[in-house]
T-cell receptor
Framework: QKEVEQDPGPLSVPEGAIVSLNCTYSNSAFQYFMWYRQYSRKGPELLMYTYSSGNKEDGRFTAQVDKSSKYISLFIRDSQPSDSATYLCAMSARTSGSRLTFGEGTQLTVNP | DAGITQSPRYKITETGRQVTLMCHQTWSHSYMFWYRQDLGHGLRLIYYSAAADITDKGEVPDGYVVSRSKTENFPLTLESATRSQTSVYFC??????????????FGPGTRLTVT
């Protein structure tokens, strides 16, 4: 069983929709939670970073962590065609150094 | 150019050949990483390095060799390429001294095909 599970999609939504992307994990030692965005034929880039449980908002993006359920989410409000990309969740434990464990990634398409 | 670069961007090689993928970063980040990205598996860590001359295995190290004689370079060598090593390879770097010490900065990737 993978340490981090993420629905690969693909997910297709109309412009302006609210998008919810999710990951579950099994390692209770994970404390650092990230969302990376990867455009086609590009390297991933960090979108959101959260430490422990709670919510974090940045513009149209909200990252949510529920450690009791081992579940993290990324919400995108007022989605735009430019949001079309693959979104990868990533996690790390304090003892992991700088190593990250990634989810498989969810491919999102926002249609104009 | 500043940042993290990978070369070549595309490579086709034959089974059994040795091939080296290059990675160079200009930030003097202490940590560097090699991942492969495959459909159905996402990003999997091959090797990582905490500093020059310090390397360690990741999740899928078999068939790969790394070295890090200089902080800015982290080459990945496939000693005898196999078709199962056909993949997109990403190099990344991270600065443990920074505020977001878990942020990794990725290169553009190398698409490797083994025939």
């Amino acid at each position: 069983q993978k340490e981090v599970e993420q629905d690969p999609g693909p997910l297709s939504v109309p412009e302006g929709a609210i998008v919810s992307l999710n990951c579950t994990y099994s390692n209770s030692a994970f404390q650092y939670f990230m969302w990376y965005r990867q455009y086609s034929r590009k390297g991933p880039e960090l979108l959101m970073y959260t430490y422990s449980s709670g919510n974090k908002e940045d513009g149209r993006f909200t990252a949510q962590v529920d450690k009791s359920s081992k579940y993290i989410s990324l919400f995108i409000r007022d989605s735009q065609p430019s949001d079309s990309a693959t979104y990868l969740c990533a996690m790390s434990a304090r003892t992991s150094g700088s190593r990250l464990t990634f989810g498989e990634g969810t491919q999102l398409t926002v249609n104009p | 150019d500043a940042g993290i670069t990978q070369s070549p961007r595309y490579k086709i090689t034959e089974t059994g050949r040795q091939v080296t993928l290059m990675c160079h970063q200009t930030w003097s980040h202490s940590y560097m990483f090699w991942y492969r990205q495959d459909l159905g598996h996402g990003l999997r860590l091959i090797y990582y390095s905490a500093a020059a001359d310090i390397t360690d295995k990741g999740e899928v190290p078999d068939g790969y060799v790394v070295s890090r004689s200089k902080t800015e370079n982290f080459p990945l060598t496939l000693e005898s390429a196999t078709r199962s090593q056909t993949s997109v390879y990403f190099c990344a770097s991270s600065d443990r001294q920074g505020g977001s010490s878990y942020e990794q900065y990725f290169g553009p990737g190398t698409r490797l095909t083994v025939t």
